[in-house]
């Protein structure tokens, strides 16, 4: 069962109006993982909410390749449960999309698979050259940007210079906040390291909360072996928990 789907499990049990999030993307929607935690959650009619971020990309494998499903929020049909597609870019149909599942699951009504139509500006990783991308696949990507979109909506709706500078002030030190890259050179790897956030994690006695640490590895497929940077992560990891201070996930 996914993180995502635990915490769903733990808000229905304890009875909370939390709702859990799940985020994923396209290239992970065949995956058996995937499909064991819809099952679950949809007999469970937990309070889960899964984002599927399809920019027909998985790394360099085009979506077309690997399944005939048309969006991933399809996937929904096989469950019983909603499936809603929200086409690119529109940062606003997010909103009332999201809106709508969580106030579903907040109501005990269940999960809801949310596909997300986004495009990828640049490459899957620093150094990530695209050579598998047509250049009009490329520049097609380009010209579609959601945040100039979302601008224009605001400018739309009366929101001035001051404010929408004050906006990306904002967001920009929220990403820095959220997310430190510490390994960086030379260009074949990113350690990502979030906050430390509360989870739930099963124990002996079920579920419980534990403070985590999520850690995040991103390296180029092309130069890393996988088997070494699971190897590497898997050793980080278990030096984190020796410290004795998070869970690291
Ligand atoms: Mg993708």
């Not at 049909?77 to 690119?88: C, E, K, T």
């Not at 620093?126 to 050579?131: A, H, R, Y």
Request: cysteine-free; proline content about 4%.
């Amino acid at each position: 069962m996914s993180a995502r789907g635990r915490s769903g499990l733990a808000a229905k049990k304890r009875n909370t109006d939390s709702v859990a999030v799940a985020y994923l993307g396209e290239g992970a929607v065949d995956q058996g993982g995937f499909l064991e935690s819809l099952n679950l959650a949809a007999v469970h009619d937990l309070p889960v909410v899964f984002v599927v971020e399809d920019n027909d990309w998985a790394i360099s494998t085009p979506q077309e390749r690997v399944t005939d499903v048309e969006f991933a929020s399809n996937r929904a049909d096989g469950f019983d449960m909603p499936g809603v597609h929200v086409d690119r870019d529109d940062a606003v149909a997010v909103y009332e999309a999201a809106a709508e599942a969580v106030g579903r699951a907040r109501d005990g009504n269940g999960p809801t698979v949310l596909s997300i139509q986004v495009h990828r500006r640049m490459g899957h990783l620093v150094g990530d050259p695209q050579s598998y991308r047509s250049d009009e696949d490329q520049a097609a990507a380009m010209d579609r940007d959601s945040i100039e979109r979302m601008e224009g909506h605001l400018r739309d709706h009366g929101v001035d210079d001051d404010a929408m500078a004050e906006m990306r002030e904002d967001a920009h030190a929220r990403v820095d906040d959220g997310f430190t890259p510490i390994i960086n050179p030379p260009e074949v790897a990113i350690l990502g390291v979030s906050r430390v956030r509360e989870r739930a994690q099963p124990d002996d006695d079920g579920v419980a909360f534990r403070e985590t640490l999520p850690l995040d590895l991103s390296f180029d497929h092309r130069v890393v072996d996988g088997a070494d940077a699971a190897r590497f992560l898997g050793t980080l990891a278990e030096r984190v928990e020796d410290a004795g201070r998070y869970a690291a996930e």
